[in-house]
């Protein structure tokens, strides 16, 4: 079965320390990957998505994400949190065969001066 | 960059009324789409649609939902008769390729959120 799981609801740093927010998938096959953001009454944003050109793949404001065929992940990090960064982080996957996009539950991050 | 702009951003029913969703996709986009998210829950594919058809929905995506692309420039998602369980955000998106393509980028709006009575 296709499914994606985000280990953290909620993640808490301090400004200027790093984020990682961790995503893991299920599949039968190479998935498409993405994490979208969603500000306070803003839209769905895309951060980044994974191309297969590399592994590391990096997107905007800083975030990256790491492809680990090997651990079924595709986890983001950013090195230096600022207080911008607060806000719903998605981890979405889609599958060759379906319009469907699938949704992690998402993780809030906080980020405290 | 350019935007999906979905109105209005609250809606408020009683049930068993009918609603109407709006949503105004990039203007050069041909694919549409529909996905929701009762709150605490995962946000949900409803329905894709292209060259105005259905191209795939969801389980969720009974007979008390339809959309249409009634001019040139808006794509609405219509609930026939609210229940209770419909309240939640409700997400416009668009494309210029299908979502099946892989790696394609879906552009969402800001959302609707339903809250039936």
């Known amino acids: 079965a296709q499914s994606v799981t985000q280990l953290d609801s909620h993640v808490s740093v301090s400004e200027g320390t790093p984020v990682l927010l961790r995503c893991n998938y299920s599949?039968?096959?190479?998935?498409?990957l993405f994490w979208y953001v969603q500000h306070p009454n803003k839209g769905l944003q895309l951060l980044l998505k994974?191309?297969?050109?590399?592994?590391l793949v990096k997107g905007i404001n800083g975030f990256e994400a790491e492809f680990k065929k090997s651990e079924t992940s595709f986890h983001l990090t950013k090195p230096s949190a600022h207080m911008s960064d607060a806000a719903e982080y998605f981890c979405v996957v889609g599958f060759y065969n379906t319009d469907k996009l699938i949704f992690g539950t998402g993780t809030r991050l906080q980020v405290f001066p | 960059e350019p935007e999906v702009t979905q109105t209005p951003s609250h809606q408020v029913t009683q049930m068993g009324q009918e609603v109407i969703l709006r949503c105004v996709p990039i203007?050069?986009?041909?694919?549409f789409y529909w996905y929701r998210q009762i709150l605490g829950q995962k946000v949900e594919f409803l329905v894709s649609?292209?060259?105005?058809?259905?191209?795939?929905k969801s389980e969720i995506f009974d007979d008390q939902f339809s959309v249409e692309r009634p001019d040139g420039s808006n794509f609405t998602l219509k609930i026939r008769s609210t229940k209770l369980e419909d309240s939640a955000m409700y997400f416009c998106a668009s494309s210029p390729r299908p979502a099946i393509i892989r790696n394609e980028k879906l552009f969402f709006g800001s959302g609707t959120q339903l809250s039936v009575l």
């Open positions: 994974y191309t297969s050109a590399a592994t």
């Open positions: 649609f292209y060259n105005n058809e259905i191209s795939e």
């Open positions: 599949s039968s096959y190479s998935p498409s």
């Open positions: 203007s050069n986009h041909l694919y």
